[in-house]
């Protein structure tokens, strides 16, 4: 054992076998590379998953777990804040009965609202649709704009176009007006007016820019004209618009289309998760704001519509029952199927 030759005996204690440096570094990075050549190294599946907190700054019109920004603006108003603290309160503190502004059902007397996903409410979501495009413009973060969008640069009407055209803000009324002229000329649908908000948020986050007293007008009808080709089964002409605004183009509307196209990089899907998540969305802006969706008595006939459409899905619940029954079973195919309760012992 006290040989200076033994095996036992550390380099670091013998004179004859001097320590030679090393680099770590190098050592750790060749180790590095190897392993990423040979692939020993498997990525967790938590570490490809997109965060939560990247998942809600996703653009909204495109990913459906990402809120809506006409809904964000309109809860950061602070005259929505006091209207909601004093229907709160007035709520609370109201003792006696008096008359209900809200209809409800009872023995005699169903009320069921009209308006739902696959079919709403034409007047009520156009009225909700501007009031979202009113707070838009309320709660713009500044005043950012392209010459394409501007009204003093392409005016809709031969009317002079006022000084203080780009300082007042729009009412909600006004905006409401413009729009139902478009839709009611044009006999567009309830469905194109969420389309046509989509569009119109989706605008402002690919290119950056605020809808404004300026512009609101030409991108709101952008935005229509290409929810109307896009929807629409028989989509509304470039000339069409032209005949409802008598002092426009047909050559300017060309160009503000190409623009918004190219502006939206040419993406017009719309999926059915994005649209649902717009309609409830803007069902919680009119609840927000007082503006209820009509209740209408259930007659007779809308009850037998409705009887045959859980009918209709009834049937066709049974008859994938049946095929499911009638193939191999499997864990997929448990599902929905009834058997007798089995005894274990």
């Known amino acids: 054992m006290g040989n200076t030759v033994s095996c036992c005996v550390s380099p670091e204690g013998s004179p004859k076998l001097p320590r030679q440096p090393v680099d770590r570094h190098e050592d750790y990075q060749i180790i590095t590379d190897v392993s990423d050549d040979t692939g020993p190294y498997l990525q967790h599946i938590s570490d490809r998953e997109v965060p939560d907190e990247l998942a809600q700054e996703s653009n909204p019109s495109d990913h459906a777990r990402a809120s809506t920004i006409f809904l964000c603006k309109s809860q950061t108003d602070s005259e929505l804040r006091d209207k909601r603290k004093s229907n709160h309160i007035n709520h609370v503190s109201h003792t006696s009965p008096g008359p209900l502004s809200k209809k409800y059902s009872s023995c005699s007397t169903i009320f069921i609202d009209d308006s739902t996903v696959s079919q709403p409410n034409l007047k009520s979501t156009i009225k909700c649709v501007t009031l979202a495009i009113y707070y838009h413009i309320k709660n713009r973060d500044s005043d950012r704009s392209l010459d394409i969008f501007d009204e003093k640069m392409h005016p809709l009407s031969r009317e002079q176009v006022p000084d203080n055209y780009s300082v007042m803000d ?3 009324k006004l905006i409401y007006r413009f729009v139902r002229t478009l839709f009611s000329a044009a006999q567009l649908t309830a469905e194109c007016a969420i389309v046509t908000l989509v569009y119109l948020e989706r605008l ?91 209740l209408e008595p259930l007659s007779n006939e809308r009850a037998q519509k409705l009887e045959a459409i859980s009918r209709l899905c009834e049937d066709k619940y049974k008859d994938l029952s049946r095929a499911a029954m009638r193939r191999s079973f499997s864990a997929d195919n448990l599902v929905g199927i009834r058997r007798s309760n089995a005894v274990l012992s």
């Open 170 to 172: 729009p009412e909600h």
């Open 204 to 294: 402002l986050t690919y290119a950056e820019m605020d809808i404004c007293p300026c512009n609101w007008k030409r991108i709101v009808l952008g935005a229509i004209l290409l929810a109307s080709k896009v929807w629409d089964d028989q989509a509304v002409w470039n000339v069409d618009y032209c005949q409802i605004l008598k002092d426009i183009t047909v050559e300017d509307m060309n160009e503000m289309e190409r623009h918004f196209l190219e502006l939206l990089q040419f993406n017009i899907n719309v999926p059915a998760s994005v649209y649902a998540k717009y309609y409830f969305d803007l069902r919680s802006l009119a609840e927000d704001n007082n503006l209820l969706f009509p």
